[in-house]
């Protein structure tokens, strides 16, 4: 058995085993534990032991302290698994946090085996306090416990995961998100494992790894006066999606990456003419936005091959859409309006077709409720390939698809105003 002082150790994290197949954007997994010692990690704190049992790290101590991992890490997903003793007792996985001599201070995946489960919330430890759920509001607890208060498991490994791109923060315990949320405190710093101080009680992790990320170029706090309210690159599948097919859509590994895809003609009937692929986000409604994403579109050629981009969602007869396309008609490469009778062209401005081509491309959507303007770009942000004003509908929700084709989508970014 490999025993060490704590004080001695190197910094270590501790996070949830949530696997998909493929490796991620900007990297491979990474061991962060090799299960036989503790190089690579270091302890900060004048107390407290660690040491190796059985391919697992073990905590020990009568006061708090944390476990850190040597090197800083930006834009990841973490993994690992953790087992409490019994209660009383607590922990956390720290990540993008900072370390001093006795002392660790920033973000922490909570672990919670108490009544009050709070497993997975998100707690800014020396500084803030409650990120997720908020302590000083009631209803925030109530509905953080109906979504994850069963998740974690008293006397069992549990595992979580933590993605992490840009200010855009996700916790997984056991498969479940329990924490979605945008902060723009820290974005780089250290993996650390806690230790909350029960005299004599020892706390177990295992099975911890990284897999770094990359966060898109384009990717910014703010963008044209609103904040970024949504970061989506399907690195932890698609969860945070509803689909009118869920047979016509699936996660598909690419180039070390993964996309959404949708793979095959929905077998959806909407309610007037309209497009029947769609997949949407779920629980997000904006009303002013900015909308980005990398599109590639897989059918082959002809001059209604397509993909749309829906927004101001309110039900499946009234929504907006744009259908970008390679030849503009009356149907086709133009903003729509879909408001309970089959869709019409809006567009006031529009070029005569778009080209696909092969690969991804960018393309954004810029709108604002108050004046009613709505603009499209594709590739050349500079410049609107389609232009229109319209107020029909405010705040709704946003999504993907393709009239009657296919197509993958990526690294879907929304700054705006919820309602």
Not at 348 to 366: L, S
């Amino acid at each position: 058995m490999t025993y060490l002082n704590v004080h001695r150790i190197k910094p270590v994290v501790i996070l949830a085993v949530l696997c998909l197949c493929a490796s991620a954007a900007g990297g491979e997994w990474k061991p962060l534990f090799n299960g036989q010692d503790l190089e690579g990690w270091s302890n900060p704190y004048d107390w407290g032991k660690a040491w190796v049992e059985d391919g697992q790290i073990v905590l020990q101590a009568d006061r708090k302290f944390f476990l850190v991992a040597d090197k800083t890490y930006r834009d990841f997903i973490f993994e690992a698994e953790v087992k409490m003793p019994e209660r009383p007792s607590n922990s956390g996985f720290m990540f993008r946090c900072h370390k001093e001599r006795n002392k660790v201070y920033g973000y922490q995946a909570e672990v919670d085996p108490s009544d009050r489960q709070w497993s997975g919330g998100l707690y800014d430890e020396g500084r803030r306090g409650w990120l997720h759920p908020r302590s000083d509001d009631p209803e925030s607890a109530k509905a953080f416990v109906e979504n994850a208060g069963g998740t974690f498991q008293r006397d069992d490994w549990n595992r979580y995961r933590i993605h992490c791109v840009g200010p855009s923060i996700r916790i997984y315990v056991n498969d479940v998100l329990t924490t979605d949320t945008i902060d723009t405190t820290d974005r780089e710093g250290y993996i650390a494992i806690q230790h909350h101080g029960e005299a004599g009680k020892m706390y177990r992790f295992r099975n911890l790894r990284i897999r770094e990320l990359k966060a898109p170029a384009a990717m910014a706090e703010t963008r044209s006066g609103m904040p970024l309210v949504f970061f989506e690159d399907f690195e932890s599948g698609a969860g945070r999606w509803t689909q009118t097919d869920p047979n016509a859509w699936k996660i598909v590994a690419e180039d070390g990456n993964h996309v959404y895809a949708q793979h095959q003609q929905s077998r959806y009937q909407p309610p007037v003419r309209s497009p029947i692929n769609m997949a949407r986000i779920k629980d997000l409604k904006v009303g002013d936005f900015v909308l980005q994403a990398r599109m590639k579109q897989t059918s082959r050629e002809y001059g209604h091959r397509d993909m749309c981009l829906f927004f101001g969602y309110q039900d499946p007869a009234h929504f907006y859409y744009v259908h970008i396309a390679t030849q503009a008609d009356p149907h086709a490469n133009s903003i729509f309006l879909v408001n309970g009778e089959p869709r019409v062209s809006i567009a006031k401005e529009r070029n005569d077709g778009t080209d696909w081509a092969t690969g991804y491309h960018d393309v954004r959507i810029v709108r604002n409720t108050a004046t009613g303007t709505i603009e499209v770009f594709f590739n050349d942000m500079s410049k609107p390939i389609m232009r229109t004003v319209d107020t029909t509908f405010g705040a709704g929700e946003i999504g993907f698809g393709t009239f009657d084709d296919t197509g993958h989508i990526d690294d879907v970014m929304i700054w705006g105003r919820k309602p």
